[in-house]
T-cell receptor
């Protein structure tokens, strides 16, 4: 079946540094990639939608200069959290709708900023 | 905008049936989904239903859709301890262009032996 490989699974970084999260579609072309953020015991909040080869569309309230999204190929999309702060600590999940119906999710990245 | 609501918590005994409910507001929803999330993991698609269907059954899972009341339910027969997780309903609408998913608030299912 369709698989989205997300790395890293977890990362701890210092305040002020940047962290890159990768999502790769392994057996299909991820034309569109969705990036979500999930706080503990809460639902998923859509941050941005990216299409291969074009600029990402960010949801209201999401800083595009802080959460940089690159979708340069049909199999790779990246989210870079720049100048991370403790309040950026969260669970980040990517998802693509490129495979037949429905959406395939990555396994998530737990980011802790100290 | 779209809004999807779920009850927060459900506790059942192993072997019983579980019913998780979801209500939504978007009358033009095209697909409605049920996802399962285990601790620290991504989301696993359990099943989905197209908005012109009333019911869908897949092994232990039964999805019921009441389009008039905008109510979706997921029934898990013979619930097992491995079914303990958070369950999210979600809806998508082709009218959004990118088929954006809107998630419910999630229901935490706890199955006790």
């Amino acid at each position: 079946g369709a698989v989205v490989s997300q790395h890293p699974s977890w990362v701890i970084c210092k305040s002020g540094t940047s962290v890159k999260i990768e999502c790769r579609s392994l057996d299909f072309q991820a034309t569109t990639m969705f990036w979500y953020r999930q706080f503990p015991k809460q639902s998923l909040m859509l941050m941005a939608t990216s299409n291969e080869g074009s600029k990402a569309t960010y949801e209201q309230g999401v800083e595009k200069d802080k959460f940089l999204i690159n979708h340069a190929s049909l199999t790779l999309s990246t989210l870079t959290v720049t100048s991370a702060h403790p309040e950026d600590s969260s669970f980040y999940i990517c998802s693509s709708n490129g495979a037949h119906y429905g959406y395939t999710f990555g396994s998530g990245t737990r980011l802790t900023v100290v | 905008g779209e809004d999807v609501e779920q009850s927060l918590f459900l506790s059942v005994r192993e072997g019983d049936s579980s019913v998780i409910n979801c209500t939504y507001t978007d009358s033009s929803s095209t697909y409605l989904y049920w996802y399962k999330q285990e601790p620290g993991a991504g989301l696993q698609l359990l099943t989905y239903i197209f908005s012109n269907m009333d019911m869908k059954q897949d092994q232990r899972l039964t999805v019921l859709l009441n389009k008039k009341d905008k109510h979706l339910s997921l029934r898990i027969a013979d619930t097992q301890t491995g079914d303990s997780a958070i369950y999210f309903c979600a809806e998508s609408n082709l009218g959004t262009g990118f088929q954006k998913l809107v998630f419910g608030t999630g229901t935490r299912l706890l199955v006790s032996p």
